[in-house]
């Protein structure tokens, strides 16, 4: 029987002083770094986590190529910002944030990774990737085989912290997101008739394959933290392998779209310290707790320079995103979102 879930978000708050305790900084403390691999403007460290695997599940890939989920809108109508998942497998699901799903009335991301539960539908947040469609191509998602790129996941993370701490909603800037994707497609010298994100991506692939094969996924692998031209821009890291091996191929791209965008001369490997301090400050923010749709704990983090998500469950943790804060900064043209200084200054005041 399948069981249709919906959850009301409510914030509990970490202090400082519970961070020692806290299994984030456990976790980061065992998080090991791998040789640098590197290619022009980019470094990418692989992530090493020992940890037991605490729950086997599904990714959307594998969960949608072998009909185990049905995501569609919530109704005939529609309604941009929620979608419905339908896990018929006897495994949860996990979907990531800024994985995009293409198809019904339009092109959708995740806003937040989410654990769905075995047999059970769901109601999902997202925010829209395909500003110029609104019908029906097909009555349910595919995969797009696509990640949002880091510098407008990064964007959408923020506004979800933000609505969350202001309203507990996992509700994103949904002009911010349009905003960005217009600008990456300016960037990308792309034209989308519908303002589809997934396009720029299939209209760069050949870019970023010249990438690609210099990064592969290592065995036993978990992560990447990633730098562009001597800089860190962000991490993602999945504590169970298997899914994170089935994963990699879609972080990579996503973060290499950002590097052929903007690419710049060579650099040497980011320094080993540097990528080493990033998770550090990590584990010295202080989190808000949030009730997550689907299984665990949803938790937001920010510090001078970063902030980011993570999803927690049996306290272990299922996957976590990072941004560096310099790194997500939109051009500011009366619309969108405002800079990171402006923001982290509206959470001070507003606590």
């Known amino acids: 029987m399948i069981m249709f879930s919906w959850i009301e978000v409510m914030p509990e708050r970490i202090g400082k002083e519970g961070i020692m305790e806290h299994i984030m900084k456990e976790k980061l403390q065992n998080v090991q770094l791998g040789k640098a691999q590197q290619f022009r403007n980019v470094s990418i460290y692989p992530l090493f986590l020992e940890a037991r695997a605490f729950v086997d599940h599904l990714v959307l890939k594998e969960a949608i190529e072998t009909e185990l989920v049905v ?31 293409f198809g019904a009335k339009q092109n959708r991301v995740l806003n937040t990774t989410v654990l769905l539960r075995k047999k059970s539908a769901t109601i999902i947040p997202v925010s829209c990737t395909e500003q110029g469609r609104w019908h029906y191509e097909s009555k349910t998602f595919k995969d797009s085989g696509y990640i949002m790129s880091p510098r407008i996941r990064g964007l959408k993370n923020r506004s979800v912290q933000e609505s969350l701490y202001r309203s507990g909603d996992y509700r994103s800037d949904q002009g911010a997101v349009w905003n960005g994707i217009h600008e990456q497609a300016v960037d990308a010298s792309v034209q989308s008739p519908t303002g589809a994100m997934r396009d720029i991506h299939e209209a760069r692939k050949a870019d970023v394959g010249d990438y690609e094969g210099h990064f592969p996924c290592l065995d036993g692998q978990k992560g ?27 972080l990579v791209k996503s973060y290499l779209m950002d590097a052929i965008i903007h690419e710049g001369e060579s650099s040497k490997p980011m320094d080993q310290a540097r990528a080493q301090q990033f998770i550090d400050d990590i584990a010295a923010c202080r989190f808000d707790r949030y009730k997550s749709v689907g299984h665990g704990w949803d938790l937001r983090y920010e510090g001078r320079r970063l902030f980011g998500s993570a999803l927690e469950y049996r306290k272990g943790l299922v996957h976590l995103a990072a941004f560096a804060a310099d790194g997500v900064v939109q051009r500011n043209n009366g619309g969108g979102m405002a800079g990171y200084s402006r923001r982290a200054s509206y959470r001070r005041n507003n606590h």
Do not use: C, F, Q, T
């Open 224 to 250: 990447v933290l990633v730098a562009i031209g001597g800089s860190v821009v962000g991490m993602d890291l999945v504590s169970h392998g298997g899914s994170y091996a089935m994963l990699h191929g879609k």
């Open 71 to 101: 995501i569609r809108e919530v109704d005939e109508g529609g309604h941009v910002p929620e979608l419905v998942v339908v896990n018929n497998a006897d495994k949860p699901l996990l979907i990531i944030d800024g994985e995009e799903l």
